[in-house]
């Protein structure tokens, strides 16, 4: 259940007090529209994988911000232009899509989605561009848009300059996607009224575009806000680690690894993100910023925990959470601390259901196992050489216990209460339940 603010603020201070906004337009005049009424908005998504990833909680978390603060907003997944490709940020062209691709990645974007944003009732809407986009007929198009658009101005813009400084350059397809986009501004402006569009802050110039679109064509105003691209305190980018991205999709990256993606936050980032991408009140997000120690862990507990929940529910929140600290060990959290929070309190520990496990007869262990093999069989490594080097490293760990050999054996003796826990450097597990 989505809530709504009973006593409104203006959510552009909600979102630039949280670390929202990069850019807007029209900043005075957008503040008075979204005073004076119930506004629509919207940001494209595009389906370029049948999941989200954690780089996109940034539009998603301000579509949802829109929405608690009484505004309606849509999610565009881009069937249409996703058949194009997008250059923003890009040194080479994108693969292109089947429309069966993209019917099938709409499809799991809008089940991600719908978990940070009510769609019931019309509250918010989804919509796919490529009901009006496949629709268009050519020569008219380029008659009543085109004409619209200089190319002297449209090269001039960052979407299009890295690519045109590039070895492979910008194709005609690509350079068709600032029209295309401006268009699906427009198209919204007519069905729904929206006069806002929001994006990453690569996409200024295709938002500026439309804008420009709608005053040339209704001679309306409408308004754009961009948002920062979010790295960690470290520099890299939002979402990607060593092993790929952190996908919203459980079946992608499992809930207890995307509880332990936020719980191993750089300390420096923990308040930050607690502002980002959770609702937790920011008077409570600010005693963050002073704590340490023993204090701050628990606060990066609450962080994974309400950034689990918000993406798997509170099910698979508290699992992860319960998995957490039967790993590493169970801890009180301070009653005082971001007490918006649903994590439980009480001193937790002991299930442990979402750490990956198999069964393995206790037979298999009586002779014994070399380790490189085990790690290699449940998955902790890709081939038996990854394993040998991790170990070799002194990455492996046998129930906390560093491996110092590749060579030895994982035997009945390592059982502890019927299970073997195995472990890759610091954040990935998996246990062995020793079965008779």
Known sequence: MIKVREKMENVLDVLRKRGFIEQTTHDEELRDYLDAQQITCYIGFDPTASSLHVGSLVPIMSLAHMQRCGHRPIALVGGGTGLVGDPSGKTEMRKLLTVEDVAANVTGLKNQLSRFIDFSNEQAIMVNNADWLTQLAYIPFLRDIGRHFSVNRMIKAESYKMRLDSDDGLSFIEFNYMVLQAYDFLELRKRYGCCLQMGGSDQWGNIVAGIDLIRRVEGKSAFGITFPLITTASGAKMGKTAAGAVWLDPDR??????????????????????????????????AVESLEGADLNAAKSILAYEATRLAHGEVEARSAYQAAMSMFGSRQLPEGLLTSSSIPRAQAGGADETVPQIEMSISEFETGVPCFKLFHQVGLADSSGAARRLIQQGGGYVNGRRLASIDEMITSNDINGMDILLRAGKKHFFKIRIKK
């Open 253 to 286: 990256t499992s809930p207890y690894d995307y509880y332990q993606f936020w719980v191993n936050t750089d300390d420096r980032d923990v308040s930050r993100f607690l502002a980002l991408f959770t609702f937790l009140p920011m008077d409570e997000i600010a």
